[in-house]
């Protein structure tokens, strides 16, 4: 019968200590996700970097036109009298039926052209092509923005909050990873467009008259990059760098990225604003 009672009462203990665990691990995810979110209003979403973290805001000017369109006023169009906006997923934008950029929601809810999310950011300075891709793989998680904003399907972080927010989906690391390798002084570009058949985003490198590509998301680390015309899974509809905004106009089968069936549609000219060498 002691036994038995004994018995009892290490399950018992077991039990008391596994709710206790439970408990600390509960508090701690909430404590997290409070000093990672805040208090769960929109503002609160902002990652805690500086304010020159946010996407550049300028001019669109559309090739063959003489049309231009400043950039903050894509997110104005898209709101009802409200306020509210009547399309929170990217946005395709046409000029004569002639497709020109693509915005898309950033951290502060608003709509921002693809290439301000470039903002002209390095972590720290190297020489070594594979670092950028290594670093990310190391220190990035990826996550789905539907986890990460209250269900939201798709909201784009600039490359430096990316970097120091340490998480997000396919979009970001790209946009990342494109940023630091310019600012190395390479010819990167992010390109949108499906891998098989779905929506992904991902970076392709000029260099030494060849085109590689780079699959941000790939934590496996690696000091050399594939061959674009040896990935043949990617299926390139767009593809934009800090200025320039290009479109597939041939086959999204292709491999090859620098051919005239990319038609470079528009150019991004920055307005003037303040910048901080260190960030944070």
């Not at 009672?5 to 008391?16: D, V």
Request: hydrophobic residues 35%; aromatic residues 14%; proline residues 3%.
């Amino acid at each position: 019968m002691k036994k038995t009672n004994s018995k009892k009462n290490e399950f018992l203990r077991a039990i008391k200590t596994l709710s206790n665990l439970l408990v600390f691990f509960i508090a701690g995810t909430l404590l997290l996700y409070k000093c990672s979110f805040g208090t769960g209003d929109e503002k609160s979403l902002k990652p805690a970097v500086a304010k020159d973290a946010q996407p550049r805001e300028g001019i669109v000017y559309i090739y063959d036109s003489k049309h231009k369109v400043r950039s903050d006023g894509f997110d104005h169009y898209l709101r009802n009298s409200k306020g509210k906006l009547k399309r929170t997923g990217p946005t395709t934008w046409l000029y004569h039926k002639k497709l020109y950029t693509i915005t898309a929601i950033g951290t502060d809810f608003k709509h921002h052209v693809a290439n301000g999310y470039l903002i002209g950011f390095s972590p720290f300075e190297t020489g070594k092509l594979w670092v950028p891709m290594q670093t990310l793989a190391s220190r990035l998680k990826y996550k789905t923005d539907k986890n990460q904003f209250k269900g939201m399907v798709d909201v784009w972080q600039t490359s430096k909050q990316a970097y120091y927010w340490l998480r997000g989906d396919c979009e970001d690391h790209a946009v990342l990873l494109a940023d630091w390798l310019i600012e190395m002084g390479y010819d990167a570009r992010v390109v949108l467009g499906k891998y098989k058949k779905n929506g992904h985003a991902w970076v392709v490198l000029f260099y030494a008259q060849k085109t590689y590509i780079i699959e941000a998301t790939k934590k496996k680390t690696r000091r050399t990059y594939p061959l674009a015309n040896k990935m043949p899974n990617y299926k390139p509809a767009f593809m934009f760098n800090r200025d320039f905004f290009w479109k597939n106009t041939g086959t999204v089968l292709t491999t090859i990225y620098d051919d005239s069936k990319w038609e470079k549609v528009s150019y991004f000219k920055e307005s003037s604003r303040v910048r901080q060498e260190n960030p944070v």
